[in-house]
């Protein structure tokens, strides 16, 4: 069994065809694909490609919570869809991972726009563990080239990206005064 990705695992379940170079090149398309991105990482096109001519495939999934089931010491991935009702009703997604109790404060803050139709859908997603977590916020990051946030203890969010020359991802602070940017490792102490 090959583990992938969560989001690569779960793409192939709903999109693999009856051949191995026919989910490959459908994985490949930059219009249609989801995957696209990831594809173009040579490791985890190989990876793909042995895990469907095996196919022998794996992928784990964080546990989908309502916000009252949010426990304030474990580690969530928050993810908000917002309208945008200024230029014409478009929408846009916003990920943010962290501890339960500053995600806990976020729904608190944001509950009203729920209401008013602004947010249209809160998905929460529970994992047992930091690392399990930052597992998941590093796949994003890497083989989605997604942009998300991270929260800290001091209830400030912080942009999380991939860097290469390290392989594994930073959060990212601005000095406004000198205009300089630092990237900082995610360790536990920070959420």
């Known amino acids: 069994m090959i583990q992938l ?10 999109n693999k065809e009856d051949t191995v170079d026919k989910t490959l090149n459908k994985a490949l ?8 991105k990831a594809m173009t990482r040579q490791e985890v096109f190989e990876l793909v490609k042995i895990a469907l001519e095996k196919d022998a495939y794996f992928y784990v ?9 949010m426990k ?9 869809t917002k309208k945008i009702t200024d230029n014409g009703n478009k929408t846009f997604t916003e990920v943010i991972y962290g501890k339960g ?3 806990i ?23 047992d563990t930091f690392e399990g977590m930052v ?16 929260v800290t203890s001091q209830q400030l969010y912080k942009p ?32």
């Open 105 to 127: 404060q976020r729904f608190i803050d944001e509950r009203d726009n729920i209401f008013s139709n602004t947010i249209l859908n809160v998905t929460i997603f529970e994992y």
């Open 5 to 14: 990705s969560r989001y690569v695992g779960e793409w192939l379940d709903k």
């Open 135 to 150: 597992y998941d916020m590093s796949e994003e990051c890497y083989l989605m080239d997604n942009m998300v946030y991270i």
């Open 160 to 191: 999380v990206q991939w860097l290469d020359n390290k392989r594994d991802v930073f959060f990212e602070e601005r000095n406004n005064f000198t205009m300089e940017t630092t990237f900082y490792p995610i360790v536990e102490g920070l959420c």
């Open 101 to 103: 109790d500053k995600l």
């Open 61 to 69: 999934v964080p546990i989908e919570k309502s916000v009252s089931e």
């Open 72 to 80: 304030v010491d474990k580690y969530y991935r928050y993810e908000v």
């Open 29 to 36: 398309d930059v219009i249609h694909s989801d995957i696209s």
